[in-house]
């Protein structure tokens, strides 16, 4: 089974009122930025044209990884979706 089946196949419950991640992409090196973007195993960042480093919360599987990479550097925010949000992991 390919990553992206694996990762299709867990259910996300998007707490779209609270996100549980906060990045500031706005003034972000390129180093920095390709640790998230080469780092998280969702492929959640991404570095766009601009320079800019684009994040969505949404598809998160709350591994912590980015914030090990950055710190308080990119991450503002890291925390856990509130009850009930968040990822159910379905492939183990
Ligand atoms: S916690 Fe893991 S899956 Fe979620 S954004 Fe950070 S690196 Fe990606």
Redesign the pocket.
């Known amino acids: 089974m390919k990553l992206e089946e694996r990762l299709g196949a867990n259910k996300y419950y998007v707490d779209e009122t609270c996100p549980h991640?906060i990045i500031d992409g706005e003034s972000v090196s390129r180093e920095e930025a390709m640790k998230?973007v080469n780092?998280?195993?969702?492929g959640?960042?991404t570095l766009q044209e601009d320079g800019k480093l684009a994040?969505d919360?949404a598809?998160?599987?709350?591994?912590?990884?980015?914030?090990v990479?950055c710190g308080h550097s990119v991450?503002k925010t890291?925390k856990y979706p509130r009850n009930a949000k968040g990822v159910e992991f379905r492939q183990g």
């Open positions: 991640i998230l780092g998280c195993p969702a959640l960042y994040f919360f598809g998160c599987l709350e591994c912590g990884t980015c914030r990479l991450v890291w």
